[in-house]
């Protein structure tokens, strides 16, 4: 419901009665007080904006006139996307046409005496702008300048555009997931931009530690991630080198190289990488067919393999190990219930394979607190997920929807000093602000 009135507004949904911070609240958790000048599009520096916002600092996004590319991602009203605003809750939003020498001043402006800049550009792109490390640094010495590219400043792939999908394949994580699409090409790991979402986790994480040690020391500082960087780091187990433990990655590797030789499929390839990697897709950490579903089993210990030979009876052969065609037969003539029950009761890990819209009304996900209900300037009431932290001190208790592009523009040039006249000059000029 609206008190009516321009004070508090709340919504009422299947989560109970969230209040939805409006513009202008006072901030509250760990950031409360730290100004953010986000210039940013798409997935990962936008979501590590959001994370930062709902940590309580004031995050201001810069945004084109045209807006973040993302507000166009299947969008479901003009300039608004399930997308978009997914990735932006809690922010201010200024627009600028940074190619203009007047929007560039502005947001010098912006961040001299800003704590923290994040900024997803192409390398060579900040510099034409003026909103590079060295041009601001030199305006403000306190700032924390996070900046985030797809493949790292150097080398060759440095200047190229790249996604998270390009990421994936130039990384092996696509390789590594090992799946295929109907015509045998390799496909992404689609349920969630793996790359994009970690790196803006990273990213903030990074910031954080970055105002840390410019407490200590009253200085900022440039920080740099990549996509590129982080799809290696998820990775770690497998981009290494250790002469005592590689034999088997070896003979992978060999067979691998020996396919390209002879022109193998994509498929044959993938088969010889498993070669490499004995314990992948293992009976005892996998997901099971069921009568009426699916079931994930994550059987690590060994008194939970112990456990599963009391449940599931008939299915280990003579080497102590599951045979997949007796188990496949064993976990269809039961439902996922009743497997999960047995599980439960004999402590083995493991959960129904559930889509992802079916947590809306999860009883673990409400139990814990981990939706909240907003109110969307233009687009209405949703309902969206929380961070996945809290705070006893400071808790994470006010939050709000995406902005509307441009929603701020004209409250932050008169932060500025701008007056009246000359904002709606701007305006009318246009290729500025609009």
Known sequence: ???????????????????????????????????????????????AGQFLAELGADVLKVEPPVGDSWRLQQSFAPGESRSFQALNRGKRDLVLSLDKPEAQEIARQLTRDADVVIINYRPDVPAKMGIDYASLSALNQKLVYADLTAFGRQGPWALRPGYDGVVQAVTGLMAGEGKLREDGAPGTIAST?????????????????GLVHRERTGTGQLIECSLFATALNLQGEVVMEHGAADAARNAGRDLRREGQARGDSFDQLIQARRTGQPGADAPEYRCWLTADGAIAIGAMLPAEITSMREVFVGVWGEDGRIDTQKMRRLMSTRSTTEWL?????????????????????????????????????????????????????????TFSASPPLGRDTDAVLSELGYGPERIAELHEQGGVIS
């Open 1 to 47: 419901m609206d008190s009516g009135d321009g004070g508090m507004r709340f919504v009422l949904c299947s989560v109970g009665l969230v209040e939805a911070r409006q513009q202008g609240d006072v901030m509250s958790g760990p950031l409360a007080g730290i100004s953010v000048v986000e210039f940013s599009q798409v997935i990962a520096a936008p979501f």
């Open 193 to 209: 931009a793996i790359a994009d979402f970690c790196s803006g986790m990273i990213l903030a994480d990074a910031v954080i530690t």
């Open 341 to 397: 029950d047995k599980c439960v009761q004999e402590g083995i890990p493991a959960a129904q394979v559930n889509f992802p819209v079916e947590l809306m009304d999860d009883a673990g996900v409400l139990a814990n607190d981990l939706l909240v209900a907003l109110q969307h300037e233009t687009t209405g009431p949703q309902v969206m997920v929380k961070p996945p932290l809290d705070y006893s001190a400071t808790p994470l208790d």
